[in-house]
């Protein structure tokens, strides 16, 4: 089966490497964002999403970090990751669809974390691919 489900996830870094995290729906951490809508533009998912979860109206999109694929067993089905490496210009944030908490989290605190998503977020963090905001 080759058949993913797609969504666009935002690395977002505060001035001190830490990473931008929700919890949506869940107990655990995630980064901000998700799938993408027919006929949307990869940019204009993550600029929906930012909006509809945080309020973040105010955003740069510096370009792709990386990409993840993974099989997510509890829903018998692969997901497809395309992490941007993106800058906002708030730290006010307003939380809707489905987020209960954000955080600014280092990105350590999920290295040996059993749940597939946090492992995702320490993965994707501590790529070398990764721009922190000083750079």
Same mark, same amino acid.
């Given at each position: !089966?080759?058949?993913?489900?797609?969504?666009?996830?935002? /690395?977002?870094?505060?001035?001190?490497? !830490?990473? /931008?995290?929700?919890?949506? !729906?869940?107990?655990?951490?995630? *980064?901000?964002?998700?799938? *993408?809508?027919?006929?949307?533009?990869?940019?204009?998912?993550?600029?929906?999403? *930012?909006?509809?979860?945080?309020?973040?109206?105010?955003?740069?999109?510096?370009?792709?970090?990386?990409?993840?694929?993974?099989? /997510?067993?509890?829903?018998?089905?692969?997901?497809?990751?395309?992490?941007?490496?993106?800058?906002?210009?708030?730290?006010?944030?307003?939380?809707?669809?489905?987020?209960?908490?954000?955080?600014?989290?280092? $990105?350590?605190?999920?290295?040996?974390?059993?749940?597939?998503?946090?492992? *995702?977020?320490?993965?994707?963090?501590?790529? $070398?691919?990764?721009?922190?905001?000083?750079?």
């Amino acid at each position: !089966n080759t058949f993913y489900r797609v969504s666009v996830k935002a /690395l977002i870094k505060d001035n001190d490497g !830490n990473i /931008l995290v929700v919890k949506e !729906n869940q107990d655990t951490w995630s *980064l901000p964002g998700g799938g *993408l809508d027919h006929g949307e533009t990869a940019e204009e998912g993550m600029a929906r999403e *930012l909006k509809e979860e945080l309020g973040i109206q105010d955003l740069k999109i510096h370009g792709v970090n990386q990409t993840r694929t993974f099989e /997510l067993k509890t829903k018998q089905a692969w997901l497809l990751w395309i992490v941007y490496d993106v800058t906002i210009d708030t730290s006010t944030f307003s939380m809707g669809d489905g987020v209960t908490e954000w955080c600014y989290i280092n $990105p350590e605190t999920f290295q040996s974390s059993e749940d597939i998503f946090e492992q *995702l977020v320490y993965k994707v963090a501590m790529s $070398p691919t990764s721009i922190n905001l000083d750079s």
